[in-house]
Every structure is written in C-alpha cells, then in structure tokens.
C-alpha cells in the first residue's frame, strides 16, 4: 500500500462542482481509470481518496492536491497519465509525488495558502492605483500590527484579528494581488474576508472581485513551501 | 452564448447549468443537419437520473448528422434570472439557445410536469400553441407514457410519438432530412410522417364535446391522419440499440448509477398499473447481452452501483443466471447491484445472497393493499404469507431496511382495507424479530409509503372514480393512527397533487386552457411539493370554465374516451374483462400461467411468448 499525494488544477466548468462532488468525480475517474485505489475497511468501504483542502464553489484552484493510497506500486507517470485520461474538463493532474516516510497526512499537512485577486477598478474613473501605489498599500497594512475585523462565529458577531493570519501580500507583474492566508484545519482565515478587509484599508471598491487559488503549502521549519514541490523555494 | 459566471454563482447548483460531464457528446453544429433539443420537464438532478434520456441521446447522436443535446427546467432562481437577463434557455452541449433548433422533444413520464413543458417553451422564447409557432419555430414532439393520452396537452405540440423510441424515430429523422434538403413547410413534413407508426399529429384531428362537455367525437380532419393511431413497438429488445456508456454527472443527481434496462412490459397484469399494460408485449434482453453491457458500463462510467431496471425485477426468466453473472463480474470490482420493483413471493434465497454481498441496499415490496381481498381486487397476486416469508429470506439475508408501497382510495376499498395496510406493516416488524437475536444487528426499519390511488388510461381501472382530496385525507390519517410501532415509518403522498394528476390522465383537449392558464399564473415544478399551489390550480380551471370533478368521476364504459383513437394494444375488451372481473374480486393468472388474451399478440401479428424467448433462442 503506497500513499501518494497528487497536484491537480481545477478551471472552467468544474468551477461549479462543489466539494464533495469533486470528491465523487475523482472517485469515479480513479474507477474509469482502472487504478488500484486502496479501500476502507468496514460497513461502507470507501476509497482512500481525501482533499488537502475544501474549494469554495466558484473558485478556480491552480495547484490543488489530494491523496490518494494506492493498493498496489504505480509510478507518478502513470497515475498522472491514467487519471488524467479520464478526468473531465477542467480538471487536470499536474504532478504526483509519493508521501513521504512519517509525513502527515495531507490535510494535517497543509498550513498556508495563495490567494490571488484582481483589484476592481474605481467605479467613477473605471482607473486602478498604480504599481507602486498598490504596493506601497499592501506594505502598510503588512506593518500593521493588529487588524481587527468583526467575524461572525456560533455565539454571535466577534471582533478578531486577522493580522497573524495574513503571512504574506504582494503584487505580481500582471497586477494581481496575492495573499498567502493562514489555510488548514489548525488555523484559517477566510480569502473572501481577508480580500475585503484589505480593500476596504485600500479604500478601494470591494465587490466583484474573483478569487483564484494557487497554491496550498506545509510549513517546513518555519519556510512554506508546496505540498508538491519540484524545486527548492526560496523562503 | 454561454449563461455568464455572474448569473452562475448567484444561482443554487451551478452545476446544472455548465454541461461537460462525462461521455457528452461533441459535434459541431456548423457541420450536423439536424439539432435535436431533447427537453426533460424537471431539474436537472432528475432528468439525468433518467434512463430514457440516456436512451434516446444516444440513440439519436449515433447518427452523424443528427446531433441530440440535452436541456432541462432550470430551478426557479435561475429561471427567473434567465428571464431578468433576456436569456433564452439553452442546451447544454452548445449553450445554444433551443428556439435556433430543429426539433424540441419532450419527455412526459409524468404529469404534473405539464406545466413545465409550458414554461420550458416560453423560456426557450416560443409561443406555447403550436398554431401560433411559425415556419422558423422549431418542430415540438413529445413521447413518453403519458402520451398515451395526450390530449391535454395537443394545442401546444406539433406531433406526438407514442411508443418505444427506437421503433420509428429514425425513420422520422431520414424523412426529416429529405424533407429539410427539399425545402417545405413544417406541414407537409407533418403529414408525411402522419402515417408512421406511433406518430399522432394533434392538429389533424378534431374533437367534439356535448353541452355537459363530454367528448361525443373525435375524428381525423386531415387524409394523411389515420383513424386510429398504433403504438410503434420494436418486436425484441435484444436485437435493439443499446447504449454501451451514459453520460455521468458531475454533480449529485437522484440516482447516481449505471443502469441496466433488463426487459420491458410486465406479466403480472395489476388492474391499476399502466405501465405494465402499454409496454406490453414482454421483451427480454438476454443474459449475455446484459452481462456484456454491465461491463461495458461499468468501464465507461466509474459508478459504484449498477441497477437492474424494469416492471417486476425477479419476473426476468433468467433472474439467477444474471444475478450469478453480475454478481461474479461486478464484486471484485466493488460495484453496488441494487434491485427497485422487486416482488417479494419471487425472491429465491440464493439471489439475495448474490446481491447483497457487496453493500446492502434496502428492499422495496408493493403489496399495495393491505387485505387479501383488495389485492385480489387489484389483481396483486400475493398472499400474506408470501410477503411474510419473501421477508423473512430478506432478513436473515441481512437486510434490516424494507419499504412498502400500498394505495389508498382503490376502487371498491373499505376502512377493514385500509386498517389491514397498518397491520401488514406491523406483522413485518413481528417477523424481523422471530430471527435470532445474533442475526438482528441493527433494529429493523419499515417505511410504509401510501399513494393516492389515480385511474389511468389503459386499464382496467379507466373507467374508475377516484376519491376527492378530503377522502384521501381521511384515509391517510385512518391508516397513521393504527400504526403504534416505531420501527414503521408512515409516509403518504399529497392528495391534492394526486386529483389534479388524476384531472390531467384522464383529460381531454378542454385542460389545455387550464394548463395555459396555471402556467400564467406561475405554476411550475408541479411534482414537487413545495412548489405545488392548489390556489393556483382551482383559480386556472375557473377562468376556463371546467370543472376538474368531471374528470375524475366514474367512466360510463359505453363513454367515447379520448385516448380511444390511440391503440395501445391492449384490447379495450380485455380492459373491460378486467374492470369485471375486480368487482367480483377475481384474480387472473399471469401470463406466464395462462395467457388473458390481451390483445398483443393480435396488434404484433404473431403469438406472444411473455418474454422467455431471448434466452431461450441462445445456445446454452
């Protein structure tokens, strides 16, 4: 039995397929597959298949993962081949790697996620801030030291600070913003929330914007990096 | 035009929206001569749990130039944002808008979706009556059981196909195609196609009606309209397209499983059931076929459960061979054999073990009545004793789930009737625990569920009268206070729906103005019971003037009756036979026992072999 974490990318159409029913298409992919999934014992045997971390509907995922135990040895070229030979549209296997020895599982694992956003443009001038403008923002609410935001928990409406939450902003060339949000079962901050919150301290409109997902990291020693990664990240 | 992403998330289940499941079809547009919209009146999560569908898109789309796409009642809040939006409704594959085809087809497999085929026509941007549609409208066809009597919904459909789809659609298609290529009216590709089997073109024929409003005439107004429409029936099942894939959702629907059409029609001959009687005569698929298939589908799909479908499950002649085969083939392979419609006296103690070795599905049983003699009156060969002992295998088998169906308001029903359905239900619980402590894992849980009893065209009970709303209540709530233990879980179906079902079955052209009116008002998504609004229905058929109690009393059988002109096959004689007969509380043996001399063996021109030959005729 060899456990295996797989990267996949969820676009287009397969936006809309929430949760648990992307669990149920990988389920059946792995089976039109003809792969050697391992099963759980007792009353209801289900495949060993589970998600790094539940996607909102609506939102696309870039590097996304699962894992996957397999009953008998495959390589990565053939997992990712033969899933990806049944896979539907929009869904698409972008590496596999086996799980470590000792290595948590890989929702236990996961400790940090990027988020990206486009900023929508100013509704008057239809313009955004500029480069540094935009950058110069994300460093100031970075320096702050405590970002409280009221959020809605069992007992009522709470005042919680976000700012231990946020590890990172920063803008890539394109002009969109990323946030590196505390993700995970431990700790975890809602993007949506988190986006809302920064465009407001932007004083920046803040609806319509889209929330792409684009990666899902563990934190080794204290650096993130992907929960499959192909070359060493620098911290 | 695609529906936007904007709409998309504001919407329930966007999923229902987006097409790009499994196994869909892909054809150009640009390059097919003939698009085919293949309606299914209800959400999504419905229609494709529906075998039919799946049936006929490939059936269809197996010709190169036909390119069938599916389309489906969008769910209120996108209906209304479709409307907001000026967005036509659309087929799945393409995003294409539906009125730019050249066939709309609806399935009617029950209905209280009525008021749907209306609201898809007008979301599609289509005038709802078929003489208001123009040249450029697309052709709107409709089949399924319930166009075995079609008439409440003629005004709004150009032509009816009555019968098994395989039969004489290509033939409509190859004159479609002559006729498209020629160039012509949408009426002279009517009348060409008039004379195949199955085919009924409403505005052919006329109806007449005396001053109380009953139909005193109907008669074809056209040369090309035959008198009497025939059913299109494909003679054997095994010779016929099959689908070797279906196309697998990508999000949750109804039933998420491969499905295995095992035979069609029914030996049993219960007095109430329609379908039993116009999918006549019995067709079986052989084993090997099936078992071949299975694979098949299981290859192509991914499902975890494979179900048996048709009338009577354990009626099929090789039920052992094939749950043998399955069972060997689809184990090891962790694939879920589940079995609806399955008849308690028929269920041999090796089947079961076959089937439930992988993942235990419950049981359903439809005793139906809860008396000997009310089934006898309904024709329901099945004593106390069977039901009990047909349980009692289930249970030591180890299965601790069994549903019940039972009726109320049959024809001849008095309260005795009614209080031995919540004994039944209690002597199944009794009998669970006569097995040994070490068996009963789990406490047993019986659903008992009671429909409202609705006479439909085409059986013995076609000339019956069925009870108001209000009995039915009372006699729901009769069987509730009898039933005290509570392993039994009572459930019964809405009464007002079920008038309103049994004003529709029996309906004649009058009821179209009814249904145009209650669409108007907003009815819509009828079979469901949160969205069913009587008001709106009681409203619809005073501003038409009708009056639904007209429809749902007792039949004079010397009544002209407006599914009369369509023959089913079934021989209104037998029919008669049978209404008879249930009054005396007279069984009548299945076919297999004797045959009744229904009529199909005249209507196919050769003797009738209830279903045993496809195995038969194969080398063992």
């Excluded at chain 2, 005038?127 to 919904?153: F, Q």
Aim: hydrophobic share 40%; glycine share 6%; net charge negative.
């Amino acid at each position: 039995m060899d456990k295996w974490l797989i990267r996949f990318s969820k676009s287009g159409t397969l936006r809309y397929i929430g949760h648990l029913d992307l669990l149920r298409v990988f389920q059946r992919t792995i089976r039109r597959a003809g792969l050697p999934v391992a099963y759980s014992q007792g009353f209801n045997p289900h495949s060993l298949f589970s998600f790094a971390l539940p996607l909102p509907l609506g939102m696309e995922s870039v590097n996304d993962y699962a894992e996957i135990t397999m009953e008998n040895s495959v390589t990565a070229e053939e997992l990712t081949g033969r899933l990806n030979a049944h896979t539907p549209r929009g869904l698409v296997v972008t590496g596999a790697r086996p799980a470590m020895k000792g290595e948590a599982g890989v929702a236990a694992l996961t400790a940090a996620a990027d988020y990206s956003f486009f900023m929508p443009p100013a509704a008057d001038s239809g313009a955004c801030p500029g480069t540094e403008a935009i950058t110069d923002m994300l460093q100031a609410i970075l320096a702050e030291k405590v970002i409280t935001v009221p959020k809605k928990t069992k007992s009522g409406l709470h005042d919680a600070d976000i700012r231990p939450d946020i590890y990172d902003l920063r803008l890539t060339p394109d002009h969109g913003i990323v946030m590196r949000l505390a993700a995970g079962s431990a700790r975890f901050l809602n993007p949506a929330l988190a986006a809302d919150t920064l465009l407001r301290r932007m004083a920046q409109p803040d609806s319509g914007i889209v929330l792409k997902r684009l990666e899902l990291f563990k934190n080794e020693n204290g650096l993130f990096k992907p929960l499959i990664d192909a070359c060493i990240e620098e911290g | 035009m695609r529906v936007t992403d904007e709409i998309l998330l504001k919407v329930a289940k966007p999923g229902r929206y987006v097409g790009g499941e499994i196994n869909t079809v892909t054809k150009d547009p640009a390059v097919v001569e003939t698009r085919f919209a293949f309606c299914f009146p209800d959400v999504y999560e419905v229609g494709m749990s529906h075998l039919g569908l799946q049936l006929l898109y490939f059936f269809l789309n197996r010709r190169p130039e036909v390119y069938c796409e599916r389309v489906f009642m969008p769910w209120p809040d996108m209906g209304a944002l479709m409307r907001e939006n000026d967005l036509p409704l659309f087929a799945l594959e393409t995003g294409d808008p539906i009125k730019q085809f050249d066939f709309i087809g609806f399935t009617l497999q029950y209905e209280m979706s009525y008021t749907n085929v209306l609201a898809m026509l007008a979301l599609a941007g289509l005038p709802l009556r078929a003489e208001e549609r123009g040249e450029d409208a697309p052709l709107v066809c409709a089949g399924g059981p319930c166009a075995c009597n079609p008439e409440p919904l003629a005004p709004f459909i150009d032509f009816f196909y009555i019968g098994d789809g395989e039969a004489a659609l290509d033939d409509i298609m190859d004159a479609y195609r002559t006729h498209k290529a020629q160039g012509g009216a949408k009426r002279a590709f009517l009348e060409k196609i008039a004379s195949l089997p199955g085919v009924y073109v409403p505005a052919f024929y006329e109806a007449a009606y005396d001053e109380e409003g009953a139909l005193v005439s109907f008669t074809p107004c056209h040369p090309a309209a035959p008198a009497v429409v025939k059913r299109a029936i494909v003679p054997s099942l095994e010779e016929t397209f099959f689908p070797d894939q279906m196309i697998v959702p990508l999000i949750e629907t109804v039933h998420d499983r491969a499905t295995l059409e095992i035979f069609r029609g029914c030996i049993r001959g219960c007095r109430f059931c329609q379908a039993g009687f116009i999918y006549r005569p019995v067709r079986e698929r052989s084993p090997e076929t099936l078992l071949a298939q299975a694979g098949t589908l299981v290859d192509r799909t991914g499902h975890e459960e494979i179900s048996l479908v048709s009338l009577s499950s354990c009626d099929y002649s090789a039920f052992d061979v094939l749950a043998d085969g399955l069972a060997t083939q689809l184990t090891p392979r962790r694939v879920n054999i589940s079995l609806p419609s399955l008849r308690v006296d028929a269920v041999s103690a090796s089947a079961l073990e076959k089937l439930t070795s992988v993942r235990k599905s419950s049981l359903t049983f439809a005793p139906e009545a809860g008396s000997q003699r009310l089934r006898d009156v309904i024709n329901k060969n099945l004593t106390e004793d069977e039901i009990l002992e047909g349980c009692s295998r289930a249970f030591e088998a180890g299965f601790d789930r069994v549903k019940l169906y039972f009726m109320t308001g049959l024809p001849t029903e008095t309260d005795d009737d009614l209080m031995a359905v919540a004994r039944l239900a209690e002597s199944i619980v009794d009998q669970y625990y006569r097995l040994p402590r070490e068996q009963r894992r789990r406490p047993v849980s019986i659903t008992a569920s009671a429909s409202c009893f609705i006479p439909k065209p085409f059986t013995p009970f076609q000339w019956a009268a069925q009870d108001t709303a209000e009995t039915f209540m009372e006699k729901q709530q009769l069987i509730k206070k009898q039933i005290q233990k509570k392993q039994i879980t009572y459930r019964y179906h809405d009464a007002r729906t079920a008038v309103i079902e049994g004003v529709l079955a029996r309906g004649d052209r009058r009821l179209a103005d009814v249904l145009e009116n209650v669409y108007r008002l907003g009815a819509a998504f009828d079979s469901w019971t949160e969205h069913f609004h009587y008001g709106l229905w009681e409203q619809a058929f005073a501003e038409a003037g009708v009056d639904p109690l007209a429809y749902t009393g007792e039949r004079p059988l010397e009544a002209l009756l407006p599914w009369d002109f369509i023959d089913m096959g079934v021989s209104k004689d037998f029919l008669r036979r049978e209404w008879t007969r249930a009054h005396q509380a007279l069984t009548t043996p299945h076919c297999r026992e004797a045959c009744a001399g229904c009529g199909l063996s005249s209507y196919m021109g050769q003797p009738c072999d209830a279903g045993t030959a496809a195995h038969k005729a194969k080398p063992q």
